[in-house]
T-cell receptor, first 111, second 116 residues
Framework: QKEVEQNSGPLSVPEGAIASLNCTYSDRGSQSFFWYRQYSGKSPELIMS????GDKEDGRFTAQLNKASQYVSLLIRDSQPSDSATYLC???????????FGAGTRLFVKA | SAVISQKPSRDICQRGTSLTIQCQVD?????MFWYRQQPGQSLTLIATANQGSEATYESGFVIDKFPISRPNLTFSTLTVSNMSPEDSSIYLC?????????????FGEGSRLTVL
């Protein structure tokens, strides 16, 4: 079992729609969760972090965390073609000394 | 935040040679992380480098193959030794500003290595 699992996609949504990206993790002791965006040929950049159960909103992005189900998601509202990228879910291992990344979900937003 | 510069940005190397990648940060950081991203894959942590101590390597990565230096709080190097085509990858330096790894990582631009 991978430590952080994501559907590799690609996920294709029309412009203006909601994109929903999902992630599960295996270590129940994990406390910190992150979403990174990686454009083709570029380095990952942090877009959201979440530490407690529930929703966290930042502009068009909403991160959702359910520790009981070991599940993290990212919603992108009003998707734009510029949102087309690979989205990486990341989890900090208990103890906080290393961050493990999922394989990433490729998102395409069609104009 | 942190600004991270990596050199070289890309290189083509011959099998059996070694290459050293440099990572310079614009602020002092306790922990620096080296990741590898193979073509079409996600990021795999190679090692964590703390100033003044030996790097901590992840399973599958060894010091003889990937020696790391961390001479001060703003600089680190990763050497890929005795390269083979399987080492063709993007190598990324990252930091978590502050005294510990919060998981909020900033990445350098990456070093794309092609081994022939």
């Amino acid at each position: 079992q991978k430590e952080v699992e994501q559907n590799s996609g690609p996920l294709s949504v029309p412009e203006g729609a909601i994109a929903s990206l999902n992630c599960t993790y295996s270590d129940r002791g994990s406390q910190s969760f992150f979403w990174y965006r990686q454009y083709s040929g570029k380095s990952p950049e942090l877009i959201m972090s979440i530490y407690s159960n529930g929703d966290k909103e930042d502009g068009r992005f909403t991160a959702q965390l359910n520790k009981a189900s070991q599940y993290v998601s990212l919603l992108i509202r009003d998707s734009q073609p510029s949102d087309s990228a690979t989205y990486l879910c990341a989890v900090n291992k208990p103890g906080g000394f290393k961050t493990i990344f999922g394989a990433g979900t490729r998102l395409f937003v069609k104009a | 935040s942190a600004v991270i510069s990596q050199k070289p940005s890309r290189d083509i190397c011959q099998r059996g040679t070694s290459l050293t990648i440099q990572c310079q940060v614009d602020s002092q950081v306790t922990m620096m992380f080296w990741y590898r991203q193979q073509p079409g894959q996600s990021l795999t942590l190679i090692a964590t480098a703390n100033q003044g101590s030996e790097a901590t390597y992840e399973s599958g990565f060894v010091i003889d193959k990937f020696p790391i230096s961390r001479p001060n709080l703003t600089f680190s190097t990763l050497t890929v030794s005795n390269m083979s085509p399987e080492d063709s990858s993007i190598y990324l330096c990252s930091v978590s500003p502050g005294g510990s790894n919060t998981g909020e990582l900033f990445f350098g631009e990456g070093s794309r290595l092609t081994v022939l």
